[in-house]
Nanobody, 117 residues
Framework: QVQLVESGGGLVQPGGSLTLSCAAS????????MSWYRQTPGKERELVAT????????NYADSAKGRFTISRDNVKNMVYLQMNSLKVEDTAVYYC??????????WGQGTQVTVSS
């Protein structure tokens, strides 16, 4: 069964850093592109970053570009999101995600990131 489990969220001050982790299982992880999304109550879930299956290329939302770095470890079946220079606007529930061969998008349970002084 496909499982995505996020961890690493928490409370940080503006300007601080945080690294999120996602443990994947139940599918051929190394052949799938992986993404991080985030959602704030009252807003639609938005794409933050995507990394290709080999981990060579990555794409970022404009709001994350230059501050966030997505990476993966295909041996450990893990995907990460390194977040630096955090802003209050980054406060959200962050989700790990991938699109399965059935064209259904799989989601983790989410991890809360709160940026506040």
């Amino acid at each position: 069964q496909v499982q995505l489990v996020e961890s690493g969220g928490g409370l940080v001050q503006p300007g601080g850093s945080l690294t999120l982790s996602c443990a994947a299982s139940g599918f051929a992880f190394s052949t799938y592109a992986m993404s991080w999304y985030r959602q704030t109550p009252g807003k639609e879930r938005e794409l933050v970053a995507t990394i290709s299956s080999p981990g060579i290329s990555a794409n970022y939302a404009d709001s994350a570009k230059g501050r966030f770095t997505i990476s993966r470890d295909n041996v450990k079946n893990m995907v990460y999101l390194q977040m630096n220079s955090l802003k209050v606007e980054d406060t959200a529930v962050y989700y790990c995600s991938t699109v399965l061969r059935t064209r259904v998008r799989a989601w983790g349970q989410g991890t809360q990131v709160t940026v506040s002084s």
